[in-house]
C-alpha cells in the first residue's frame, strides 16, 4: 500500500514558478512510476508528466514541456514536479499518481492517489 501526499500548490503570478513535492509511504514506492495530472476548472483530468522509477525515463504532456521537469528522490520517497514560465492556463488542481504503469499516459495504469494540491496562476 502506498500514500501520496502532495504539497507546494500556492498563488503565483504568470510567469513565476512553484515546485510541487509529492511524499509516499510504502517501501515499494521507488519501484513504482510518478505521474503528475492535473484538472482545470470545469475540464477533464489530464496527464502533466510522469517519471520511471529509475529516474531514466520522463514523459511531459506537450502543453509544459520545456516548462516543467519532474524530478524523483527515491531515498528521500518523494517525486517532485519543477514548474517555470507558468501560465494562467497551468491554473487546476495537481495529483500524483503511483503504479506500475506501462503507459505513464494513461490515469487507469495508476494505482494510487494523493489528494491534490491547488495551484493558481493570475495574470
Known amino acids: 500500500q502506498v500514500q501520496l501526499v502532495e504539497s507546494g500548490g500556492g498563488l503565483v503570478q504568470a510567469g513565476g514558478s512553484l515546485r510541487l513535492s509529492c511524499a509516499a509511504s510504502g517501501r515499494a514506492f521507488s519501484t513504482y512510476t510518478v505521474g503528475w495530472f492535473r484538472r482545470a476548472p470545469g475540464k477533464e483530468r489530464e496527464f502533466v508528466a510522469a517519471?520511471?522509477?529509475?529516474?531514466?525515463?520522463?514523459y511531459y504532456a506537450d502543453s509544459v514541456r520545456g516548462r516543467f521537469t519532474i524530478s524523483r528522490d527515491n531515498a528521500e520517497n518523494t517525486v517532485y514536479l519543477q514548474m517555470n514560465t507558468l501560465k494562467p492556463e497551468d491554473t487546476a488542481v495537481y495529483y500524483c499518481?503511483?503504479?506500475?504503469?506501462?503507459?505513464?499516459?494513461?490515469?487507469?495504469?495508476?494505482?494510487?492517489w494523493g489528494q491534490g494540491t491547488q495551484v493558481t496562476v493570475h495574470s
Open positions: 499518481a503511483a503504479g506500475n504503469a506501462w503507459y505513464a499516459r494513461r490515469m487507469s495504469e495508476y494505482d494510487y
Open positions: 517519471i520511471r522509477w529509475s529516474g531514466g525515463s520522463t
